[in-house]
């Protein structure tokens, strides 16, 4: 990193790490900015190695869209290198939960390249969270391997696209863009494209089915593209901007250089729940539920005794669980300290079904030593009021699929160390 002053866009970045001269910065619109390129996967590519490619995102990236999409263009372009995926998506997560799968979901399957795209689920999150997140991601891929590739993609949802046709950046991918920058990493805004037809009026951002006056329909909802349509425009964009990358950068280790922020979120880390000892009222699970959640758990734990507790000491700064959300659930009153505790359910509007979720137990707090408690209330939550009005016939239907009061559990997700 170079001492002085050196302007992007309207960050200015300091010798000790970054500072925004403007809370809500946008930068440029580019479809496809290079910069180092991605040399190590093209080597691999035309040597014809095997080559693992990993998609860290949320449910766009989830989707059969995109990301399958863009894995057989890979195999048809270079049918000689042995192309295979690492599918860390997660519908309705961002970088912040990232950050902390990162090693368990992408590191330990050795990735050759990793896409990441988080534009839409980050896109109200602060840009100094943002920065924290995206750092930490790009810094511990760089320490697990610093051969492997990073590339940013920029998805988009029906807010983000006036700021497109403007000729900006939204808000999540402009802070993404100051983290690229730093390290030379390329990136990829599949928007510029959707935005640019819808603007000519070739394109229906939001509409029922995939055409209508001869146009082409992008979504349903305004967020998640049609297989056929939206998403073979994010392809097409996707396939093109890797061939500009084509001979840019020289292939080796990438060098790690300074912090862009002093306070990244690099040492985030994934601990299994076991290490917390989940004592009386607490049952390790082996069911279907766990088997579904198996790939992005290191286990599952049910507590359903009121008064069943986690409790733990770690020295950092921020600790959460990563739990599941659903039907059954109950809800927790989290201690910290010596603060005021704090009840929160384990349900929301969406709850006629389980899904992975984060429980933030822990935010903001001085780097020392901190102790936690959590514990599975005896009342539960008016969950029929919860769910969102066209959720609330299934609870009407199927009251009996309401009326447990559990919390499930599987790993502890913390910046800092855990006391033993």
């Known amino acids: 990193m170079q001492h002085g002053l050196r302007i992007l866009g309207v960050f200015i970045i ?31 590519l035309e040597q014809g190695k095997a080559v693992n490619v990993a998609y860290l995102g949320g449910s766009i990236t989830a989707a059969p869209g995109w990301r399958p999409k863009s894995l057989d263009w890979f195999k048809k372009t270079w049918p000689k290198a042995e192309v295979s995926e690492i599918n860390a998506a997660i519908g309705g997560t961002g970088s912040d939960l990232g950050v902390f799968r990162l090693y368990h979901d992408v590191l330990q399957h050795k990735p050759d390249l990793v896409f990441v795209e988080f534009a839409v689920n980050d896109g109200g999150a602060p840009p ?10 790009v810094r511990q891929i760089r320490r697990d391997n610093p051969e492997t590739d990073i ?193 929160r359910p384990r349900m929301d509007g969406y709850c006629t079904y389980h899904r992975l979720a984060t429980l933030v137990v822990a935010v903001g707090l001085e780097d020392g030593e901190h102790r936690v408690e959590i514990a599975l209330q005896a009342e539960q939550p008016d969950k029929r009021k919860i769910l969102h009005d066209h959720r609330r016939p299934d609870f009407d239907k199927n009251p009996g699929k309401y009326d447990d009061n559990a919390w499930y559990a599987g790993a502890l997700l913390l910046l800092g160390e855990l006391s033993e």
């Open 14 to 44: 300091l010798a000790g790490g970054l500072q925004a001269a403007d809370p809500d910065p946008l930068c440029v619109a580019e479809e496809c900015r290079i910069r180092n390129g991605l040399p190590n996967l093209f080597a691999r």
């Open 151 to 343: 590339c940013y993609v920029y998805t988009l949802a029906h807010n983000m696209i006036r700021d497109l046709q403007a000729g900006k950046f939204p808000r999540a991918a402009s802070s993404m863009e100051a983290v690229a920058d730093h390290y030379g990493i390329p990136s990829v805004h599949f928007g510029v494209e959707v935005a640019k037809r819808e603007k000519k009026g070739t394109l229906i951002f939001k509409g029922k089915g995939k055409e209508q006056e001869g146009k082409m329909v992008f979504s349903g909802d305004g967020v998640h593209p049609h297989a056929d349509t939206g998403h073979e425009v994010y392809r097409e964009v996707l396939a093109r901007s890797l061939l500009k990358m084509k001979g840019h950068g020289e292939a080796g280790p990438y060098a790690l250089p300074e912090p862009l922020v002093a306070d990244n979120w690099e040492n985030a880390t994934m601990i299994p729940l076991d290490r917390l000892n989940p004592g009386k009222g607490w049952s390790k699970m082996n069911d279907g539920l766990a088997k579904r959640f198996g790939k992005r758990l290191p286990g599952l734990w049910k507590a359903t005794d009121a008064g069943a507790k986690l409790s733990f000491t770690f020295t950092g700064t921020r600790a959460s669980i990563y739990d599941l959300l659903g039907p059954d659930c109950g809800m927790v009153v989290v201690n910290v300290d010596d603060k005021a505790p704090v009840t």
């Open 128 to 137: 100094d969270r943002i920065h924290r997140s995206m750092e930490g991601i």
